[in-house]
């Protein structure tokens, strides 16, 4: 059974700083590129940034600099490093992973930036 576990999600004030998690069980997790995606209300779901196999990163222009993503394959996990959190940054972040025609998708956690 493939699973996908967002956590670390939650409110934060501006300038503030999460590391959300993404743990992976049922499927081989060393082999798919893992991604970030972000929707706020109203609004399409995003890319945010997403690391291949082999460790090559690629982020939004709108996150490039603040949030870093990065994976252990030891652990069947992803993260998103987020600092300097803007209000904008406000949105449910949902963990994906992709390999060919393979996707999958986390249930999605909420990251609220307010103060």
């Known amino acids: 059974q493939v699973q996908l576990v967002e956590s670390g999600g939650g409110l934060v004030q501006p300038g503030g700083s999460l590391r959300l998690s993404c743990a992976a069980s049922g499927f081989a997790f060393s082999r798919y590129v893992m991604s970030w995606y972000r929707q706020a209300p109203g609004k399409e779901r995003e890319l945010v940034a997403s690391?291949?196999?082999?460790?090559?990163?690629n982020d939004a222009a709108s996150v490039k600099g603040r949030f870093t993503i990065s994976r252990d394959d030891a652990k069947n996990t992803v993260y998103l490093q987020m600092n300097s959190l803007k209000p904008e940054d406000t949105a449910v972040y949902y963990c994906?992973?992709?390999?060919?025609?393979?996707?999958?998708w986390g249930q999605g956690i909420q990251v609220i930036v307010s103060s």
């Open positions: 994906n992973a992709e390999l060919l025609w393979y996707e999958y």
């Open positions: 690391i291949s196999v082999g460790g090559s990163t």
